[in-house]
C-alpha cells in the first residue's frame, strides 16, 4: 500500500518511522442518502464478516460496538433488526505499509536493497438503504505518531529499543492488533457516518 513514510535519524542514532493515514474513499456520494432516516442498525456483513486473520473476531466485535455507541451519543436511534438504514460491516484487515528508503534528518535519503514492512489497519463498511448503498473504506497507518528502534543493522532487520520478545508492537506484521486502533479507526468511520447523517 502507497503511504508517506519518513524515516529519520536522532541524536542518539535511533532510527523512526512514520506513515500517514489514507483519507477515506466514499462511493458513491449521495447528499440525500440518510435524508428522513430515523433508524439505524450495525451489523456484520450477511452476519459473517471477512477476516484474514483468526484475532479479528474481537476486532469484530470492538467495531461494531464502537460505532454503535457513537451514534447513540449523538442522538440516533439504534436497533436490533431492520432498520431505516443497515450499516454493515464488511470486512476488517491489515494492509502493508512499507519502504526500502530512509531518510535522515540531514534531508539526505539512503535506499536499502530491503524493504521494511509495517502492519496497517483497515475497515470496510456498507450503509444500505433499501436498493441503495454506500460504501466506505477507511485506514488507519501505522506510526503515524512514530516508531522508534535502535537501528537497522547489516541484515536490514529493525532492532527494537529496549524490548522484550513477547512484547511484539502492534505494527509489525506478526503482532496481534492493539484494540486502541480498532477504537481509533471505527470512531472516524462512525463520525464520517454521522456528519453525513447531520448534513440531512
Known sequence: MAALLLISLSSCSTVIFKFQSEKPDIVP?????????????????????????????????????T????????????????????????????????????????????TYDCNFSFKGLRIYLKAIRGESFVNYTFYKAPCEEGCEYKKIDKNCNKVPIGIYQDQTPSYEANAKDNPKDVVRISKVAAREIIQAIKGN
Open 29 to 65: 456520494s449521495d447528499d440525500n442518502f440518510y435524508k428522513g432516516v430515523k433508524t439505524y442498525a450495525v451489523r456484520t456483513a450477511n452476519q459473517n464478516v471477512v477476516y484474514n486473520q483468526q484475532e479479528l473476531t474481537s476486532d469484530v466485535n470492538v467495531a461494531i460496538s
Open 67 to 110: 460505532i454503535e455507541n457513537e451514534l447513540l451519543k449523538n442522538g440516533l436511534k439504534v436497533i436490533k433488526g431492520n432498520a431505516d438504514v443497515i450499516i454493515e460491516l464488511v470486512s476488517i484487515d491489515n494492509p502493508a505499509y512499507s519502504t526500502n528508503t530512509v531518510y535522515k534528518s540531514n534531508g539526505k535519503t539512503k
